[in-house]
């Protein structure tokens, strides 16, 4: 909890503006919000830009999705949920959001389930007002209740969302249409937006029998498809195989402004394979229509097959999707393994990793490493910290690395043979520093006389050629380090219940950070089985910066306490940096096409492509 901001205070914020605002009841009601500068389309806009408003429906999208599934209730964290139902994912193909995001601004959403909504100057509650109109599949109204039930569905469920939801006190219906959340504090100005983002799920569906008279469980995985209010719904279930979604004739919301010129294919099916070489042979063979590119090599060398060759297969690089968004991605420690609260010991992972060797081998010098938890946006630190940051820094100075204030973050370059070993033998050095000792071709630990034993966790081939090269150059230092693949279920479950040393993933980030920060290395995520701290980061220091970067008053500040944020999450070594490429590699067969002008910061696929074949 913070202290009350003054009025004062808080009608100079500024980071949610709406325009051409409604005020009934003394009750300020917008059609959206952003949380980035102004919003860009007015009230009453007849369509995004970005779409092709008199674009064909019809025709049919085959789609690859991996290993496989075994729930359709998106509810839970557990299971391995069917592709297009995350409930964080931008389409909304079967359950619908109260807004919904445009893809040409940062951080702005719009109206879909709720027609209008509005808070007070303090931010301590918002209310949706729901269409009239939506309905359910079943021809049932989308209530107030729907969006209380899902709510509590979720926060009871999903670890995950009970944190990014924290901040609500309570949900209630408080009208006919209208649904109310209030905050347990104020000044937060991204909680209309996040509340927003609620998938909304049917209580009258859950609460019922199933075909067979059997009573659904909200808190149990199941095969039966759900009933939803999208554009689609699901005709057609293959358990493990694949999912099919078939355009609804008579959905409701097809004329809205934020609807029209998408979702135009009359089908969608998504099929399953466990291998994504066999997925990569299955496109060629044009049994997949769209194929997203993860291998630096596959791009280089695996397309030359006919159909290419023919003209019949497009490619295509796109930057879109990666204009409003940072990244970070490598292999992170498990830090509630004592093994890696040792700083030294850390940072020695990261010294035995070769990203120039790999780069030039195995990715044909496509890709960047990366160096900071925002790499690619303006939100990214470089250099030594000044102004604000420095100020900022500076009230934490003795809880934070001395080594924030004098030394630029920079990961160690190797690439050649001197320079590999160079990193090795400072790695050794930290590592002694640390208590270890290499005794016979292994490091023991001083006081356990124990080898320091380190497992790679994951859970697919696709990294085992990065983890590898990895794990041998650990080996070299005396490490027992090993790479284990275990199947997606298994994985998944490791991961939640943090039953690993390393594993490799990553985050996103998005121009505007804020409550989900809390989930990624706030101190109370730790525990959570279902959260995204990976790394078990329990820092007393980054829990304030993510406390100033939730209430800060406007952009500059915002800006300043993130790259704050990300030079002490930098100091403190918590993972090992790898690398990304800030584009999508696509291809595509020539029978689907696309807006000229795709969204500023999306690829819009497959929402607003549509069919060349479509009447």
Known sequence: MINRLTKTALISLSLIVSTQITIADDKVWRHGASAVGELKYPKGFTHFDYVNPDAPKGG???????????????????????????????????????????????????GLLAEEFWYPEDYSSVTYRLRPEAKWHDGMPVTPEDVIFSYESFIKHDPQRENYYK?????????????????????????????GQLMVMPKHWWEGTDKDGKQR???????????GSGPYRISDVNPGSSITYERVDNYWGENLNVNVGRYNFDKIKYNYFADRNVMFEAFKADEIDFWSENEA?????????????????????????????????????????EKFQDMNVRKALNLAYDFEEQNRTLFFGAYQRINSYFFGS??????????????????????????????????????????SRGNLREAVKLLREAGYEIQS????????????TIEILLGSPILEKVAL????????????????IVDQSQYTNRVRSRDYDIIYSGWGQSLRPGNEQLSYWGSRSVDQNGSQNYMGVSDPAIDKLI???????????????TKAMDRVLLANHFIVPTYTLRASRIAYWDRFTHPEELPTYSIGFPDVWWSKSAN
Not at 469 to 484: C, E, F, H, N, T
């Open 60 to 110: 049919e999208l085959n789609l690859a999705a991996s290993i496989t599934f075994d729930t359709l209730n998106p509810a839970l964290a557990k299971g391995d949920l069917g592709a297009g139902l995350d409930p964080v994912a931008r389409s909304q193909w079967l359950f619908e959001t109260l807004l919904t995001t445009s893809e040409d601004e940062i951080s702005s959403e719009y």
């Open 167 to 195: 901040h609500v006190e309570k949900a209630e219906k408080t009208g006919p249409l209208e649904v109310t959340f209030t905050f347990d504090e104020v000044g937060n100005q991204e909680l209309p937006q996040i509340v």
């Open 217 to 227: 469980d909200i808190s149990a995985t199941t095969l039966e498809a759900p009933l």
């Open 297 to 337: 090599k596959r791009w280089a060398t695996g397309y030359d097959f006919p159909a290419f060759n023919e003209g019949k297969v497009k490619r295509e690089i796109l930057s879109n999707a990666y204009r409003s968004s940072g990244v970070m991605i490598g292999f992170m420690p498990n830090q509630r393994r």
């Open 378 to 419: 303006e939100l990214a630190s470089s250099g030594l910290p000044t102004g604000r940051e420095l100020e900022i820094l500076e009230e934490l100075r003795g809880e934070i690395p001395e080594s924030v204030f004098t030394t630029e973050y920079t990961n160690p370059v190797g690439g050649t043979p001197q320079k």
């Open 441 to 452: 071709g292994k490091l023991i630990n001083k006081e356990t006389n124990e080898q320091l």
């Open 469 to 484: 090269p990895y794990a041998q150059a650990l080996k070299k230092i005396g490490i027992d380090a090993s790479v284990r």
């Open 547 to 561: 406390n100033q970067i939730i209430f800060s008053e406007n952009r500059d500040e915002l800006i300043a306490v």
